[in-house]
């Protein structure tokens, strides 16, 4: 008897015995990474008997399903609805060594003697998707991308909806969802060698992330037919409250009102990224409401989150707009340098004079230690006046300045825009006087100053 066992095994044993696409899935599991396991034969499906199923088994079930690491081998049996009575069960034992890439380059045996009280089941890791929009105005609109092994792929418009456009935006934290355009409407338009996501979502619309949603396969869609979101995003900043635009208490419009942004989560990262916006000069403070009035009105964010290379707060990640647990005590305030400005004074026109920087709200003189050509250049550039004509014109031509000497040691490559961008002294650090005062003449007469 023991022979005929073992002869029975030694013939059924073999290559693989099903189809080599879609081979296998687990179902009536909580999400699609765990489950009964069925595989497909001549395009029906049936189950696995558990005799031998191990941990091997369910490795190379979790691979082929792009489900991470396997956990566990439960039975079958747990999972509800349990299997229609006429179904197959068409495997009697399937022999992994874990390694392999798919259920079907294992060693298997046919059934000869299983019921579905033995089906097998497999548990590996819950999926998840890591989702962002890109190509879009701001983080909360977008073409729809997700994560998946570390490449970026996108999604399929087929079946998307509002409900999934609320999951993501939920997700994002990101309002309320506004539209779903197609995924083509965002520029730069997906590379090539992207992959689409074979899987399209069904979401109700109260998920807290696709992951919660169900996963349905598909098989043909192209890059031209790729999601886009559109969710309610933020749509402006200001500073009030300050005695200057460029310092005073934050506050953000959304949804045509003025709010102010809580301290949660806010640091020097946020402050650069608003002085950025708002085209003010170096991030210099923040800290709780420094203006002598109190904000009023909603409270919009909390739980900012900037890397500070952001070109504007809309694309900081943020806790739900509006919903938070703070007061206006706690509304935030922050510095920045006024804008970087320069002149020429003293010249017959705009183009000419001795050089004044704007800083702290104060012009200043320039002393012309180490001041040359390439100087010369960046002024008349940033100031939209042509050419330099070097050297430098004397100092006695156009008076000598009086108060602050701003700039000391400056040093430029010429492929500055600003001269904001040269090398130089600490503001209001230098060993001149008056007499050194650097004066410019460029080509350009764009306009006489105003008498």
């Not at 999400?31 to 191990?54: A, F, I, K, L, S």
Request: hydrophobic share 30%; charged share 25%.
């Amino acid at each position: 008897m023991a022979l005929l066992v073992f002869l029975l095994l030694a013939f059924f044993t073999g290559p693989a015995q099903f189809e080599s696409s879609s081979t296998v899935r687990l179902v009536e599991g909580p999400h699609r990474c765990e489950g009964r396991v069925e595989v497909q034969q001549n395009g029906e499906w049936g189950t696995v008997c558990d005799d031998g199923w191990g941990m091997e088994d369910v490795a190379v079930v979790c691979r082929e399903l792009n489900c991470g690491e396997a956990k566990w081998t439960p039975s079958g049996t747990l999972y509800t609805p349990s299997t229609d009575k006429d179904q197959k069960v068409f495997l009697q034992e399937v022999i992994c060594q874990g390694h392999e890439l798919n259920l079907s380059q294992c060693d298997q045996v046919e059934v000869f003697d299983c019921t579905h009280d033995e089906d097998a089941g497999a548990q590996c890791e819950k999926p998840s998707l890591t989702v962002r929009l890109a190509g879009g105005p701001h983080r909360c609109e977008g073409r729809v991308e997700v994560q998946q092994n570390g490449e970026w792929h996108t999604m399929c418009h087929a079946g998307w909806g509002m409900e999934e456009a609320a999951v993501v935006c939920r997700e994002l934290n990101c309002g309320e969802a506004k539209g779903t355009p197609r995924g083509t409407a965002y520029e730069p338009s997906t590379g090539t060698d992207q992959k689409v996501l074979m899987q399209e979502v069904i979401c109700q619309g109260h998920e807290l992330n696709l992951t919660a949603c169900e996963p349905v396969d598909i098989f043909d869609c192209f890059h031209n037919e790729g999601a886009g979101v559109q969710c309610e995003m933020l749509e402006n900043v200001r500073l009030v409250g300050g005695p200057r635009r460029c310092k005073g208490r934050v506050e953000v419009k959304h949804q045509g009102k003025w709010g102010t942004v809580c301290k949660a989560g806010w640091n020097l990262s946020a402050v650069k990224v608003v002085c950025r916006q708002l085209g003010c000069g170096k991030a210099l403070l923040t800290k709780r409401c420094c203006s002598t009035t109190q904000g009023q009105g909603p409270i919009w964010l909390s739980e900012v989150s900037c890397s500070g290379r952001e070109l504007s707060l809309q694309r900081c990640s943020s806790g739900i707009l509006g919903k938070n647990n703070c007061t206006h005590d706690d509304d935030m305030c922050v510095e920045c340098e006024d804008p970087f400005d320069l002149r020429l004074v003293g010249g017959d026109t705009n183009c000419s004079g001795r050089l004044e920087v704007l800083h702290k709200g104060e012009w200043g003189s320039v002393c012309d230690d180490g001041w040359g050509e390439e100087e010369d250049r960046t002024v008349c550039k940033q100031l939209g006046c042509g050419e330099s004509l070097f050297p430098s014109a004397k100092i006695q031509k156009f008076g000598r300045g009086v108060g602050r000497i701003w700039l000391d040691d400056v040093r430029c490559s010429g492929k500055e825009k600003s001269l904001e961008q040269c090398q130089h002294r600490f503001w209001g650090h230098h060993d001149c006087n008056h007499k050194e005062d650097v004066a410019v003449i460029c080509s350009g007469k764009p306009c006489r100053w105003n008498s």
